[in-house]
Nanobody
Framework: QVQLVESGGGLVQAGGSLRLSCAAS????????MGWFRQAPGKEREFVAR????????YYVDSVKGRFTISRYHAKNTVYLQMNSLKPEDTAVYYC????????????????WGQGTEVTVGS
């Protein structure tokens, strides 16, 4: 059974930092690339960042490139998102999920989503 538990969100002023964590069930985490997604109020959920299985190849959407860093720690089945220089437009609920490969490299593999963790960035 897939289990995804996100944490680490909160309220921060623009320019601040947060570190998000996502604890994933073993099979989901250990076998796949992982991604972070976010959903801002009134908007569709969007892909933010991806890390491959080995943890060596990462990808970011342009809006967060240079500010966010995705990483993973296999021993704890956890993926992280370090967010620096936060902007009000980063305000959203953040989610993690396993992601595919090839043409589906940013597509979530599971229809199941955790509860997410809310990030609010004040101006």
């Amino acid at each position: 059974q897939v289990q995804l538990v996100e944490s680490g969100g909160g309220l921060v002023q623009a320019g601040g930092s947060l570190r998000l964590s996502c604890a994933a069930s073993g099979r989901t985490f250990s076998s796949n690339a992982m991604g972070w997604f976010r959903q801002a109020p009134g908007k569709e959920r969007e892909f933010v960042a991806r890390i491959d299985w080995s943890g060596t190849i990462t990808y970011y959407v342009d809006s967060v490139k240079g500010r966010f860093t995705i990483s993973r720690y296999h021993a704890k089945n956890t993926v992280y998102l370090q967010m620096n220089s936060l902007k009000p437009e980063d305000t959203a609920v953040y989610y993690c999920n396993a992601v595919g490969a090839g043409s589906k490299w940013s597509v979530p593999l599971s229809d199941y989503w955790g509860q997410g963790t809310e990030v609010t960035v004040g101006s």
